[in-house]
């Protein structure tokens, strides 16, 4: 069955460095998102991208993050600048349309020292 | 802005007992999603409700949906303890150039005790 794979699983890093987290949505997807959960707590939208470009973005995705579909197989998340409140899984997600399931990676879980 | 409620928030209950989860939403949304989420695991689909009235059921779970009511419940039925885990409704905003992304209640933590 298709899934969406995401790298690294656990990524620890220290306050101030950049971070990408990499996904592969399903092959035949064309709508991309990103979410997080910080322990404990409810999931957030962070990001959604399709047709090559933001959809929409939330008030957590401020300038420090960003978001690429480099090749047409990968959708990566940057954060160019971490800091101690980004501790969080991030969890890709894609769909088909944009009424269909919605479709979740193993999820990234960062920790930022 | 759209917000969903989700009660209990916690769930401690007996195998084979029946309890029902309620989510509510505070807007228009014909669409509505049930996530089962285990201990540091991402998020399995349960059930996709698109329209008013919708019922679903697989194992010993049924989900419904009332969008009049602004209302889904996800029905546990002669609980056993594999059903332990966190119950995430979500619900369809309604983005712009059809991103239409979720937003996620806090989740139930169910608990099924021998």
């Known amino acids: 069955e298709p899934e969406v794979t995401q790298t690294p699983s656990h990524q620890v890093t220290q306050m101030g460095q950049e971070v990408i987290l990499r996904c592969v949505p399903i092959s035949n997807h064309l709508y991309f998102y990103w979410y997080r959960q910080i322990l404990g707590q409810k999931v957030e939208f962070l990001v959604s991208?399709?047709?090559?470009?933001?959809?929409?973005k939330s008030e957590i995705f401020d300038d420090q993050f960003s978001v690429e579909r480099p090749d047409g197989s990968n959708f990566t998340l940057k954060i160019r600048s971490t800091k101690l409140e980004d501790s969080a899984m991030y969890f890709c997600?894609?769909?088909?349309?944009?009424?269909?399931?919605?479709?979740f990676g193993e999820g990234s879980r960062l920790t930022v020292l | 802005e759209l917000k969903v409620e989700q009660n209990p928030l916690f769930l401690s209950m007996q195998e084979g007992k029946n309890y029902t989860i309620y989510c509510n939403y505070s807007?228009?949304?014909?669409?509505l999603y049930w996530y089962r989420q285990d201990p540091g695991k991402s998020l399995e689909s349960l059930f996709v409700?698109?329209?008013?009235?919708a019922v679903k059921q697989e194992g010993r779970l049924m989900a419904s949906l009332d969008t009049k009511a602004r209302l889904s419940t996800l029905h546990i039925t002669a609980a056993v303890h594999d059903l332990s885990a966190t119950y995430f409704c979500a619900v369809d905003r309604g983005g712009q150039g059809g991103s239409e992304k979720l937003v996620f209640g806090k989740g139930t933590k169910l608990t099924v005790n021998p």
């Open positions: 991208f399709y047709n090559n470009e933001i959809s929409e």
């Open positions: 997600a894609s769909r088909t349309g944009f009424t269909g399931e919605l479709f």
């Open positions: 807007t228009t949304s014909d669409r």
């Open positions: 409700l698109l329209s008013n009235g």
